[in-house]
Every structure is written in structure tokens, then in C-alpha cells.
């Protein structure tokens, strides 16, 4: 008997994307029946709705969806299709499977990557509750609640247990967001309780993006500019001469910074090389 899957090709390059993926799904050779809906731009012009009532309907009978990109509005117009979807059906769990494959030659061939993310999907800054205080102030409400808080905990310690594996890292922001991100880690160590074998940590998620490319053994330069404007030019050879010099894969990260502490960085990193930049960055830590 065929599975029965909803198929939402989705806008701009969905489509193209969505019949890759079904002739990849198909090539398994599972059989596998799709219903086709539409949602996005397309669906509007048909329908008049971004999200007509039949792709619930659909979703509804197959409880299996492959969705394709839609492309929202940035800084106006209508919320993200994909958050609709999440709150309207309570898809509180982003699973995210990340593992490095065997013979695909990438930058990072060789690092042994193999990790799953658990995001929580229906809160946080994702419940899009925005209004305008007075003219010219405008607040975005970061909604942390306790129900779901251990929800995806729980289904975090749940597939960890069941896969065999052995950690549990709770990514936050509490040194800064302490009542929010708070309330989320009390959650997270309430439930660990429940699974003492797996071993359960907490990173503030800065730290956690840096151990994760540091004990990569990829060198990191950090470059600091003031606004989008960077001649990237003229620090193309500053780039190159640390790569050169250390033999290592380089990455550039471009954050918001004062042009003060952009001059201080450049002129502390003219003429040493990863070793002093990666220790620069753990200090940071």
C-alpha cells in the first residue's frame, strides 16, 4: 500500500526544489502517493488565501507533509507561512539531523560531525507577538513558557535515550534573558533529573557556536564592520596570509560593531596568525 504524502511545492524555487526531492524519495523506490496543494503566492492569486483550508485537510488525512520554500515578506506583510503552519498544528519539535557523509568532499571533510538539534518551534521570538508601543518604538515579545519548555526537553531526552546516545546540551541565552531563558534551563535540569544516564550540559549560545567550530579544528578570523560596507578587497590578503601561514580551512564571520573596536581589532590582528585570533576568541568565551 502506497504512503499518502502532501506535497506544498511552495514559491520561487519550491517548485524546482520540491521535484528534486520527490524523484530522490521515489528513487528509494518506496511507493508513495503524493496530494498536491498549493500555499504561497500562488495559492493567493488562485484562492485568495496563503494557506487555503484544503492543505489542512490534506495534512489532516496523509499526517505527512514535504513542503518547498516560500518566500514571506521581509519587514511587512503576512507571516511566515512555515510559523502558521507550526502554531496551527502544534509542530513544536524542529528536528535537525547534522552528520558528516561518508566520501562527500566539503571544507570539512574528516571532521566527525554527528549531532541532532532540538529547537522549539511554537514560542520564544518565533510566537511573532509584535505591536508598536508609541510611534517609533516597537516591542517584539519573546514568549518562554513551562508547558513547553518540558515538552521538547522531555522529547529531547526521549530520542536521546532511544538512539542510544549519550549528551544533552541545553543551548541558552540566560546570562542575559535570566527570567526566560531561566524558567527554560529549570525545565531542562527538571527533566534531566528524570534520565541519569545521559550526561546533560548547558552552553550560552555563543559559546556553543565557538566550541563548535574551534574543536572542529577549522580556524575562525572574526571581522568586526560598522555597517554592510566592507571592501572585502582589501581584507581579502589578510585572509589569505593567516590560511597560508596555519594551513587551515579559513571562515569569515561579518557582525556589528563600533568603528572604534573595528580598528582596535584590525590593528591587534596585522601580523599574527590563527593561533593568536583563536585565543583572542576563547578569552571571549
Not at 543551548?171 to 542575559?176: F, L, Q, R, S, T
Not at 531561566?182 to 556553543?208: H, M, Q, S, W
Not at 594551513?247 to 573595528?262: F, M, N, P, Y
Request: a neutral charge; hydrophobic letters at 40%; glycine letters at 10%.
Amino acid at each position: 500500500m502506497a504512503h499518502r504524502i502532501t506535497l506544498i511545492p511552495g514559491d520561487g524555487i519550491g517548485p524546482e526544489v520540491a521535484e528534486a526531492t520527490v524523484r530522490v524519495v521515489e528513487a528509494t523506490g518506496a511507493a508513495v502517493a503524493w496530494e498536491r496543494v498549493d500555499a504561497g503566492e500562488k495559492a493567493l492569486a488562485e484562492t485568495g488565501k496563503l494557506l487555503p483550508e484544503g492543505v489542512y485537510q490534506s495534512l489532516a488525512r496523509t499526517h505527512v507533509g514535504l513542503k518547498g520554500p516560500t518566500a514571506p515578506p521581509i519587514g511587512g506583510g503576512h507571516k511566515s507561512i512555515n510559523v502558521t503552519l507550526r502554531k496551527k498544528l502544534d509542530l513544536y519539535t524542529n528536528f535537525r539531523p547534522v552528520r558528516m557523509l561518508p566520501g562527500l568532499k566539503t571544507r570539512f571533510q574528516g571532521v566527525p560531525i554527528d549531532m541532532i538539534i532540538f529547537r522549539e518551534n511554537t514560542e520564544d521570538l518565533y510566537a511573532g507577538l509584535e505591536h508598536e508601543v508609541v510611534p517609533g518604538v516597537v516591542e517584539s515579545l519573546k514568549i518562554i513558557t513551562r508547558t513547553a519548555s518540558l515538552r521538547i526537553a522531555r522529547a529531547t531526552f526521549q530520542y536521546v535515550q532511544r538512539e542510544g546516545r549519550k549528551k544533552v546540551t541545553a543551548v541558552h541565552k540566560a546570562n542575559i534573558m535570566k527570567m526566560s531563558d531561566g524558567l527554560f534551563l529549570t525545565c531542562c535540569r527538571e527533566v534531566a533529573a528524570d534520565f541519569p544516564a545521559i550526561k546533560y550540559e548547558e552552553l550560552i549560545v555563543d559559546n556553543a557556536r565557538d566550541h563548535f567550530v574551534l574543536e572542529s579544528g577549522v580556524q575562525v578570523f572574526s571581522v568586526f564592520a560598522e555597517n554592510d560596507h566592507v571592501d572585502r578587497h582589501a581584507l581579502k590578503p589578510r585572509f589569505q596570509a593567516g590560511q597560508h601561514a596555519h594551513g587551515a580551512e579559513v571562515g569569515v564571520e561579518i557582525e556589528l560593531s563600533a568603528q572604534r573596536d573595528v580598528d582596535a581589532f584590525v590593528a591587534a590582528a596585522d601580523g599574527r596568525g590563527g593561533g593568536a585570533l583563536e585565543a583572542d576568541m576563547r578569552a571571549r568565551e
